[in-house]
């Protein structure tokens, strides 16, 4: 019966915090978090402070809301300024009226005391101002809503936490109404008759009962008391169903059926404004401004900033938002209330700016006109002008350009020309700038900007815009005179001219191709004439001969480029139209030379016609000055024979070499290319090619006569080969008579032959014998020819098919480098002569050492931003000390006032024990040692949390009995179980060392991981199985698991006794008869029955179909595995891997799958209802048979995932076999699936550098006594855990000290309450990493230098000397081309060193031997190898194989050098980033800290008294002896006591808060001055020091001076 209370009590709670959260979320128009958190949400104040700037924005400013993101909320948590927050939410809620018996406590928030108070407050808030009209009505949702069984139960612990009795929301409004009304009885009277009167319908009775003064109503409009009537009986209604619907867990109440006050006022006030917004919506309408002000004014809207000479602005504003809304409804609307406010806000927005902007343009021609360019330019740049932006280094342009058009307009400039006349002024700046900077787009985007006011500004014309601007401004340079808008308008008419002009000419030039095509010489000329064609000298009678000349050039061009479509450009139609005028000149020019000729033949004198007869232009060929007469005649006689009798025609016809006419008229001396119709062609007249022929006859014949004249010889000769031919006909004769006797001639001739080439032949060997070397010495050399001829054709062969061979040779030498690469990487062993081919690789680039320059930067940069952010955090760190001391020493002087007033001699050792500060507050207390403590603690767990080696020695080192409890004690609360990226990545680091550490120390054979219970698996299953993993098993299995649930038919029950036993039952039920079968057999008599066989068949077919679907639900859902157990599986398959490399690949993937399907997977498959898989009902439990099936589910894939089959007392299942091998070769892949994840550095974005760069600390919870359990199992087994006592964790276990007890680190005062569990109570630990900084290298040992050394000289005479091993490179002579080589390369090297940045130079005894000569070289490697050897480095047994390996390694880690250096680059560049913002952050902390304690000092600082004369400021004045006497002051050396009276303290207040001067005087003479801090004082006594000296000699009591000036100085 109480549980089910408490159950109730938690439902109605929830209730409760539904509906706050629901109003909240209407009054801010946001989403707020589940009721569940609704609570934790609230503490920080932020929401609550927005809620109070909703219905009070002059008391709660958002701008004064800390935190208003809740970004450092979601960082670091709680932070004390989110107090301000509440407290202005409480100042809020009074400022409006709430009744103070409604508010809660700051603590009641912020340190969740009493929550269920606050939300009681929360919903009397919203029962008021919905009373005012300042917020909707909160909704009564009990019975509405549904919470979950674990939600219900948490609250109900919550509840039980709190220990209070929840508060009685049902009573919030007669609370309000007794709070609020004078006559409590009058006014509940009234609220009684309003309800009676609303429950009978008449409205004047309900009027009537509202305007009753002890009603205490206001706002009353008696035309709306219909609505009224309405409304409030709708209310009433609600409220008695809602009253119906609780179950009387509170004590009943009448207003739990009747409206209160409130709730009336409320009603009537939603009444109110939704008439009034009624007006305002009619006034909109009517656009009458009048109306619209009078409505605006009407106080039931209660609308801020209305301002009667913005009548205007709210009509124009509230008409454009009621018009947006239609159109977003679909609908004519009224406008909230909300929106008509948010309207006028925005109109007095509008019409102050409006009234700004036109304060600002008087300005600006007050400016314009004084002439002032900078004074004009600072108005213009005004934001309140609301003018485009001005470019102060244009301020002359502007100043000019704006005075010239204010004198043009004759007046002051109105706003909207100076916009205008600044967009353009503006964008000519612009332009003026991008054709300086020589920026093409910047120029073309300017010049198309319509703000330019530019006029046929055409796209495909910018470049020429720009070049055309670029050019005209280099002209006016010299004048220092920048383009105007005019010059720029100007270029570009200009630019469009030339651009139309070329387009004018393409058109003209197509149309003339197109004329060709026509074969129209009319139409040619018409187009040769256009004037956008710019030919010139185009004439109408040479018209034939352009067109013949044009299709013949256009004819050649389509027949060169193969394009019968190809058309002649302008400058080729240019030049044939030349050549055209050309041809026709020459032509005229010859018809005029033919016609004088004819002339001159006439006339009948000789020389005048052999004169004509040499007119260049004619072009007669052969023409003798001697032959002149005979011209005459033979020309005289063509004529004569060429005359025809009365022929008087003019018109003579003349062929020209191209095969053209040309016609020539003799009386006009004009010619045309195209014959004259009716033409009449004159036959006398001889044409060129006639007299051609007759000068040629003439001058043959002349030829030929100087020709026999000049070859007398020749003649001569001539006859002597007559006389030859006669003797050689005489010869013939004889040979006749030869050939005749033929067979006596040959034989004759053969027998002389014979004689005369056997005397030859014995002649020649007997010259061959005596000169027998000669003849070897020529054979010789015919040889060697023959064998050169032989070798210049085989060369000539190579040479004409060169491409063949060299692609050949290219193959082969890329097979020879691929093959020998191959040997150089995947050889354990490579041989000297592959690393020889490519030892050229080691060689760096002038890019590679860039590159490592930037990176050292990078790194350089990045050690500094770490120190410096470390720096600065430990400056925060001490602000935050002082501010804590500040804050502690008012708290503590509090106390010693309160026990003491006065500063006496009994009293000062008390006071000086009461001003330590937190002198029995524990770990957490304000002094030097707990502080240390504190931070030593925090510097241990983050080297635990970070390093993971200790806690995995350390959990195997410990009883197994411990390590559980331990695990789930101390190491998941150190992780925070995961909770955010930082922890998981940290975890999974954990598990992995501990797994690795465990297969390594206790597994000795792969199946101990399947057979036994490893401690780490157990481990992780139970942490990725709740939670996050519970969650995923439920999306992997839950729905097949359901469905096998729901079907109640399904059975697959094996077992061959229990289906045998069911077929006898089932039969005799049946039939009613005893069976006469026996009831107890074994599995195999069962078998025997057919009947038994078939069922188990069908059972098979079932069970094998269910697992089928649980097969795939499995496989398809690889990813929904944690991602943790997946890495785990992982480095589970790895580990294996590497310590049992002789079991095959099926052993290790049998012990992965069963970590992910038996560990993981198998029990939720069994006990869906244990893991919350499926939805049960309270007290509910899974059906024998259903757990049956599921069982059996399981087993079957728990062998398939095992690789084991059915036999044995499982033979009957051997069907199964066969799908159980199948099943396990797809576990197998999924096994291999869930093993390919990304490292946890890639899936968490996590680094060396992530920690470095987090603005927020890691914090962890752990409570008091698993800190001192950790504590005391380090210090028992630290020499187990960290052997090599020079270890980190040595040093933070030498840091902590002794092992202290629980009430050590808790403090004495809260020990001594015996009522708590002390080890139980919880401490944070704000982790931090006392080694953090980069520490480089501070180098090599002697010997990896002398290997190094060694590699890189052995590297060099590689490249120059290969050979097969190293003591053949070694010994081998060298040649002077491998030692010039050598010395080239050893320049280029020098000169790369130079240019290399100082921190990248290699170290100098490296540079010197690298740059040594080939032969020092070989020397020196010959020595450092004896010395290797003898450090037993390289043994020279085996070739120095070692050496050649190394070497080997190297060339083959270079291009994994360069990418990890890439990878490396964009880390650090990420880092810097982050880095920066941290930097930022603590900036920020930084200034704020020190304002903080700068005003804490200051409200500390002393109140100046006023005098006549002004502000005096408090100072105190004390002998020694006073002092001494108060226990300030202690002794002062070398003075004795006697002579404390006359010495004087004066204790004086300086300029600066918190500092105080302090002079002595010795019988009135000024001694000595000293400067006192505050802060050193609290400093002092937080480090523990109890005396301070004072000019080197007085000591003092530093808690009783600290006492003195609190009690004198400072304000209390």
């Excluded at 009684?192 to 009753?212: F, M, S, Y």
């Excluded at 890439?1462 to 913002?1477: I, N, S, V, Y």
Aim: hydrophobic content about 40%; overall charge neutral; glycine content about 4%.
């Amino acid at each position: 019966m109480d549980e089910q209370r408490r159950q109730n009590v938690a439902y109605q709670y929830l209730c409760r915090l539904e509906e706050a959260k629901r109003w909240m979320e209407a009054c801010l128009k946001e989403e707020l978090p589940s009721p569940v958190e609704l609570e934790e949400s609230l503490r920080n104040g932020v929401l609550l402070a927005k809620l109070g700037h909703c219905f009070a924005p002059a008391v709660v400013p958002l701008k004064k809301i800390y935190d208003a993101e809740q970004l450092r909320y979601q960082a670091t948590g709680l932070h004390f300024r989110h107090t301000d927050n509440i407290n202005f939410w409480l100042s809020a809620i009074a400022h409006v009226g709430l009744p103070s018996t409604f508010f809660p406590e700051t603590t009641d928030i912020y340190d969740k005391k009493n929550m269920p108070r606050v939300v009681y407050c929360i919903h009397a808030l919203s029962l008021f101002l919905f009373r005012l009209g300042l917020a909707p009505q909160i909704h009564d949702l009990y019975g509405k809503v549904k919470f979950s069984a674990e939600e219900l139960s948490n609250m109900a612990s919550e509840l039980a936490k709190y220990g209070l009795q929840l508060p009685a929301f049902s009573k919030i409004g007669g609370i309000l109404a007794n709070e609020l009304s004078v006559d409590e009885a009058a006014v509940h009277a009234a609220v009684l008759a309003i309800n009676e009167a609303v429950e009978r319908g008449v409205v004047k009775d309900t009027l009537a009962a509202l305007q009753n003064p002890s009603a205490l109503l206001v706002n009353l409009q008696e035309p709306l008391a219909p609505i009224y009537q309405e409304l409030l009986a709708q209310a009433k209604a609600e409220k008695a169903a809602s009253a119906q619907t609780h179950d009387g867990g509170e004590s009943w109440d009448l207003y739990d059926c009747f409206l209160t006050q409130a709730e009336i006022q409320g009603n009537i006030n939603h009444v109110n404004v939704h008439a009034a917004l009624e007006v305002v919506d009619d006034a909109l309408e009517r656009q009458s401004p009048d109306a619209l002000l009078e409505a605006l004014l009407d106080p039931a809207l209660a609308l801020r900033g209305v301002r009667k000479d913005f009548t205007n602005w709210y009509l124009e504003q509230l008409s454009s938002d009621r018009e947006q809304k239609a159109q977003e409804l679909g609908l004519l609307d009224l406008l909230e209330k909300e929106e008509v406010q948010a309207g006028v806000v925005t109109a007095n927005m509008k019409g102050d700016e409006e009234q700004a902007m036109f304060q600002a343009v008087c300005r600006i021609n007050r400016a314009i006109q004084k002439g002032v360019a900078a004074d004009t330019v600072k108005e213009l740049m005004c934001p309140e002008a609301q003018l485009p932006p001005v470019y102060p280094s244009a301020s002359a342009v502007y100043q000019q350009e704006l005075t010239a058009l204010q004198q043009q307009r004759g007046g002051e400039l109105g706003h909207e020309e100076l916009f205008v006349a600044m967009e353009m002024l503006s964008a000519v700046v612009l332009i003026n700038r991008a054709l300086e900077a020589g920026d093409g787009d910047s120029c073309w985007s300017s010049l198309v900007n319509p703000t330019t006011g530019l006029a046929e500004v055409e796209r495909e014309n910018a470049h020429r815009y720009f070049d055309a601007l670029v050019e005209l401004r280099h002209e006016r340079m010299p004048d220092g005179v920048t383009l105007s808008w005019n010059d720029l308008q100007a270029t570009v008419y200009q630019v469009n001219a030339q651009v139309q002009e070329e387009t004018n000419q393409i058109l003209a030039v197509s149309l003339i191709n197109e004329a060709l095509d026509q074969g129209s010489p009319k139409k040619t000329l018409s187009a040769l004439l256009l004037p956008s064609a710019g030919l010139d000298n185009v004439s109408l009678a040479v018209a034939p001969r352009y067109h013949l000349l044009l299709v013949a050039a256009k004819r050649q061009k389509a027949q060169a480029t193969g394009d019968p479509g190809a058309v002649l450009w302008l400058e080729e139609i240019r030049q044939e139209v030349l050549r055209a005028n050309q041809d026709t000149d020459a032509a005229q020019r010859m018809a005029l030379g033919v016609a004088a000729i004819n002339q001159a033949i006439k006339e009948g004198k000789a020389a005048q016609t052999e004169q004509v007869l040499r007119n260049p232009t004619v072009a007669l060929r052969g023409v003798v000055p001697n032959c002149a007469d005979s011209y005459q005649r033979a020309l005289e006689g063509a004529m004569a024979r060429k005359r025809y009798p009365g022929d008087t025609a003019f018109w003579v016809q003349h062929n020209m070499k191209d095969g053209s006419t040309y016609y020539f008229h003799l009386q006009t001396f004009q010619g045309t290319w195209e014959r004259p119709s009716g033409c009449r062609l004159n036959m006398s007249h001889l044409t060129r090619e006639e007299i051609q022929s007759a000068i040629t006859k003439v001058t043959a014949a002349h030829d030929r006569q100087q020709l026999w004249k000049a070859n007398v010889g020749f003649i001569i000769q001539f006859q002597a080969r007559l006389r030859g031919f006669l003797v050689r006909e005489k010869f013939a004769e004889q040979s006749h008579f030869l050939r005749t006797w033929l067979p006596a001639v040959i034989k004759i001739q053969a027998h002389w032959r014979g004689y005369r080439q056997r005397k030859t032949y014995l002649e020649r060997l007997q010259y061959f014998r005596a000169n027998l070397d000669a003849v070897i010495k020529i054979q010789a050399w015919v040889r060697m020819w023959a064998a050169c001829r032989r070798y210049r054709r085989r060369l000539g062969y190579f040479q004409k098919n060169v491409n063949a061979i060299v692609k050949i040779q290219a193959y082969f030498r890329a097979w020879k480098a691929r093959d020998d690469y191959r040997v150089l990487v995947h050889s354990p062993h490579p041989t000297v002569s592959v690393v020889c081919r490519f030892a050229h690789l080691l060689n760096q680039s002038q890019e590679d050492f860039m590159v490592e320059a930037e990176l050292l930067k990078l790194q350089e940069e990045v050690v500094r931003k770490i120190r410096s952010n470390q720096q600065l955090q430990q400056d925060l760190d001490l602000m935050d000390i002082k501010i804590g001391l500040l804050v502690k020493n008012r708290i503590t002087l509090q106390e010693v006032v309160s026990h003491c007033k006065k500063l006496t001699k009994k009293n000062k050792e008390q006071l000086s024990g009461m001003m330590v500060l937190d002198k029995q507050k524990g770990l957490k207390s304000l002094s030097k040692e707990k502080r240390q403590k504190l931070e030593a603690y925090q510097h241990l767990f983050y080297l635990l949390q970070t390093q993971p080696i200790y806690l995995a020695k350390l959990t195997f080192h410990m009883p197994q009995n411990k390590t559980t409890k331990f695990m789930e004690s101390v190491i998941f609360s150190l992780y925070n179980y995961a909770s955010n990226r930082r922890e998981a990545y940290l975890l999974l680091q954990l598990f992995k060392t501990m797994l690795q550490e465990e297969i390594r120390s206790k597994v000795e054979q792969p199946q101990d991981m399947v057979t036994g219970n490893p401690t780490v698996v157990r481990l992780v299953v139970r942490f990725y199985r709740n939670g996050r993993g519970q969650s995923a098993l439920r999306e992997i299995l839950g729905r097949v698991i359901q469905e096998v649930l729901e079907d109640k038919r399904l059975s697959v029950h094996t077992d061959p006794i229990h289906l045998y036993k069911s077929w006898i039952n089932q039969s005799e039920a049946q039939t009613g008869q005893r069976s006469h079968l026996p009831y107890d057999v074994t599995p195999e008599q069962a078998l025997s029955h057919p009947e038994v066989q078939r069922r188990l068949d069908i059972s098979l077919h079932s069970l094998l179909a269910v697992t089928d679907k649980f097969l795939v639900a499995i496989m398809s859902s690889v990813d929904r595995i944690p991602y943790g157990m997946r890495y785990v599986a992982k480095v589970l398959r790895t580990t294996l891997a590497e310590k049992f490399p002789d079991n095959s690949e099926n052993e290790v993937y049998k012990v992965v799958g069963n970590l992910l399907y038996y560990r993981f997977l198998n029990p939720a498959i069994v006990a869906p209802d244990a893991f919350d898989i499926v939805a049960m009902a309270a007290g509910g439990a899974l059906a024998t048979p259903q757990r049956h099936t599921l069982g059996a589910v399981a087993q079957v894939l728990q062998h398939a995932a095992a690789g084991k089959v059915f036999s044995g007392e499982s033979r009957h299942l051997r069907a199964l076999n066969d799908y159980l091998e199948e099943t396990h070769l797809k576990f197998r892949r999924f096994v291999c699936r869930a093993c390919q994840v990304p490292e946890p550095e890639e899936r968490f974005a996590m680094d060396e550098y992530s920690d470095m760069v987090a603005v927020a600390k890691p914090v962890v919870y752990i409570t008091f006594g698993e800190l001192v359990n950790t504590h005391r199992l380090l210090l028992e087994h630290q020499d187990w855990i960290a052997p090599d006592h020079c270890d980190p964790l040595h040093e933070l276990l030498e840091d902590l000290g002794e092992l202290p007890t629980v009430p050590d680190l808790i403090g004495e005062g809260v020990a001594a309450d015996g009522n708590l569990d002390l080890s139980k109570l919880e401490v944070s630990l704000t982790l931090a990493n006392k080694f953090e900084g980069l520490e480089t290298d501070t180098g090599d040992a002697n010997a990896q230098s002398l290997l190094l050394s060694t590699k890189q000289m052995l590297a060099d005479i590689m490249q120059f000397q290969p050979r097969d091993s190293l003591e053949e490179m070694l010994s081998l002579p060298l040649s002077r081309e491998q030692e010039a080589a050598h010395q080239r390369l050893m320049c280029q090297r020098q000169a790369c060193e130079t240019q290399i940045p100082e921190p990248l130079r290699r170290h100098r005894s490296l540079i010197a031997h690298s740059l040594l000569p080939l032969a020092d070289k070989r020397r020196r490697v010959l020595r450092n190898l004896r010395q290797l050897e003898g450090l037993g480095l390289v043994s020279a047994r085996n070739g120095y194989q070692g050496l050649v390996d190394g070497l080997a390694k190297d060339i083959c880690s270079q291009h994994r050098h360069r990418q990890w250096r890439k990878a490396e680059l964009g880390k650090l560049q990420a880092t810097l980033q982050g880095l920066d913002a941290k930097m930022a952050f603590y900036e920020e902390q930084g200034d704020y800290y020190s304002q903080y304690i700068r005003t804490c000092l200051g409200h500390l600082a002393p109140r100046a008294k006023t005098s006549g004369k002004g502000k005096k400021q408090p100072s105190l004045h004390y002998t020694a002896a006073q002092l001494q006497e108060k226990g300030v002051l202690v002794e002062i050396e070398d003075l004795p006591h006697s002579h404390f009276r006359n010495v004087i303290f004066d204790i004086t207040p300086g300029d600066e808060a918190g500092k105080f001067e302090v002079n002595a005087r010795f019988l009135g003479v000024d001694m000595e001055r000293f400067q006192l801090h505050y802060q050193d004082l609290l400093q002092l006594q937080y480090e523990g020091v109890a005396v301070m000296k004072l000019f080197n000699k007085a000591k003092v009591n530093v808690n009783l001076l600290i006492f003195l000036l609190n009690k004198k100085l400072l304000r209390q």
